[in-house]
């Protein structure tokens, strides 16, 4: 069973910077491709960015391309999703979630994830 648990949340000013972390237990974090989905109530949830297991492969949405950034430290089973420059529409509840790793492509193996965490929320104010 894969425990994921996210901190860093919390209320930033627009134009203002957070780094998420994400912790995983139950299971090596070098097994499991990993991602960061946000979601808004009465909204679809949206991928924000995913890594590998091995974190040699990454992907951030295209339009969060040039201020968003996943990274991996397996020796510390967590993941992070650095944010810059956030704005109003940014605000959401950020969630983490894994799926065992696979030869897949990334964005299939995020596309089911089967563990997730209870999210972070993050707040931008203008």
């Known amino acids: 069973q894969v425990q994921l648990v996210e901190s860093g949340g919390g209320l930033v000013q627009a134009g203002g910077s957070l780094r998420l972390s994400c912790t995983a237990s139950?299971?090596?974090?070098?097994?499991?491709?990993m991602g960061w989905f946000r979601h808004v109530l009465g909204k679809e949830r949206e991928t924000v960015a995913a890594?590998?297991?091995?974190?040699?492969?990454?992907f951030v949405q295209y339009s969060m391309a040039d201020r968003f950034a996943i990274s991996k430290d397996n020796a510390k089973n967590t993941v992070y999703l650095q944010m810059n420059n956030l704005r109003a529409a940014d605000a959401a509840l950020y969630a983490c979630?894994?799926?065992?790793?696979?030869?897949?492509?990334?964005?299939?193996?995020?596309?089911?994830?089967?563990?997730w965490g209870r999210g972070s929320q993050v707040t931008v104010a203008s």
């Open positions: 979630a894994a799926v065992e790793a696979s030869p897949m492509g990334l964005i299939t193996q995020a596309r089911r994830s089967s563990s």
């Open positions: 139950g299971r090596a974090a070098s097994a499991l491709a």
């Open positions: 890594i590998s297991g091995n974190g040699d492969s990454t």
